[in-house]
Nanobody
Framework: QVQLVESGGGLVQPGGSLRLSCAAS????????MSWYRQTPGEQRELVAE???????NYADSVKGRFTISRANAKNTVYLQMNSLKPEDTAVYYC???????????????WGQGTQVTVSS
């Protein structure tokens, strides 16, 4: 099993910055892609940013130029640097990772519990 634990959410004023972190733990053999999603009440979860094991990145149009995803493979950790935050960025942010464990050769998607980001004055 793999556990993902997010941190770094909170309340920030418009124009401010936050950095989210997500650390994976467990009997991990390998992690492939890692990503961040977000969800607001009554809406579907949407992809915010993703990063491959080779550090290729992809962003939602709404966050391009403001958010940066990165990863520290040695720490099994993915980050999301969020700058120039807007009220519409308010959501619960979820970490996602595709991983294999030592006791299961299948690639499985894992999710964190979510962290609240609120952008408000």
């Amino acid at each position: 099993q793999v556990q993902l634990v997010e941190s770094g959410g909170g309340l920030v004023q418009p124009g401010g910055s936050l950095r989210l972190s997500c650390a994976a733990s467990g009997i991990i053999f390998s992690i492939s892609g890692m990503s961040w999603y977000r969800q607001t009440p009554g809406e579907q979860r949407e992809l915010v940013a993703e990063i491959t094991s080779g550090d290729r990145t992809n962003y939602a149009d709404s966050v391009k130029g403001r958010f940066t995803i990165s990863r520290a493979n040695a720490k099994n950790t993915v980050y999301l640097q969020m700058n120039s935050l807007k009220p519409e960025d308010t959501a619960v942010y979820y970490c996602n990772a595709e991983a294999r464990t030592f006791n299961n050769p299948s690639w499985i998607q894992y999710w964190g519990q979510g962290t609240q980001v609120t952008v408000s004055s």
